[in-house]
């Protein structure tokens, strides 16, 4: 969604390189500070993370806040 790289996202997320293509691989789970720091890069980004809610779970940009009031 956010056209990052994966040296990109673990810039952001102030995790190494290799632990993202680990990830990505399907070969490792970052420990849980790591995940915590990756998910926090994306929301800090703009996208949110929706919960299983009748329709499933999923991703999405955040809605623009208004201006003005």
Request: aromatic residues 8%.
């Amino acid at each position: 969604m956010l056209g990052w790289s994966q040296a990109e996202l673990a810039k952001a997320a102030k995790v190494s390189r290799q632990t993202i293509a680990d990830f990505e691989r399907g070969t490792h789970v970052p420990i849980s500070n790591n995940l915590t720091s990756i998910i926090t890069a994306f929301q800090e980004a703009g996208i949110e993370f929706i919960r299983e809610n009748g329709g499933g779970v999923g991703v999405r940009f955040k809605k623009a806040m208004s201006r003005g009031g």
